[in-house]
């Protein structure tokens, strides 16, 4: 069993940049793929990005393609996102999960183990 806390999020202007983190425990960091996925107000939860066990494979949907960057430091068992250009639709709680299959496109249904989330507000 896996625990992840998610941190980070707050409040940011339009074209501001917020890095969230993600903290895992319970399980070797390293042995799986990880993810970000984000729940918008009065919406279905939907993918955000991915990275695989090493690191070595990301995979982003195309709403952030271009301003957010997934990263892991598997020393620290953390996984992060670099959000850049945030945007009001970016507005969201975020929240990080274990990817349980590795797919050419992702949903929230690859990922399990989410964390509690990071609510984040962008203002426009």
């Known amino acids: 069993q896996v625990h992840l806390v998610e941190s980070g999020g707050g409040l940011v202007q339009a074209g501001g940049s917020l890095r969230l983190s993600c903290a895992a425990s319970?399980?070797?960091?390293?042995?799986?793929?990880m993810g970000w996925l984000r729940q918008r107000p009065g919406n279905e939860p939907e993918f955000v990005a991915a990275?695989?066990?090493?690191?070595?494979?990301?995979k982003y949907a195309d709403s952030v393609k271009g301003r957010f960057t997934i990263s892991r430091d598997n020393a620290k068992n953390t996984l992060y996102l670099q959000m850049n250009t945030l945007k009001s639709e970016d507005t969201a709680v975020y929240y990080c999960?274990?990817?349980?299959?590795?797919?050419?496109?992702?949903?929230?249904?690859?990922?399990?183990?989410w964390g509690q989330g990071t609510q984040v507000t962008v203002s426009s």
């Open positions: 990275i695989d066990w090493s690191g070595g494979s990301t």
């Open positions: 999960g274990v990817a349980v299959r590795w797919v050419d496109t992702p949903t929230q249904a690859d990922f399990a183990s």
């Open positions: 319970g399980r070797t960091f390293s042995d799986y793929g």
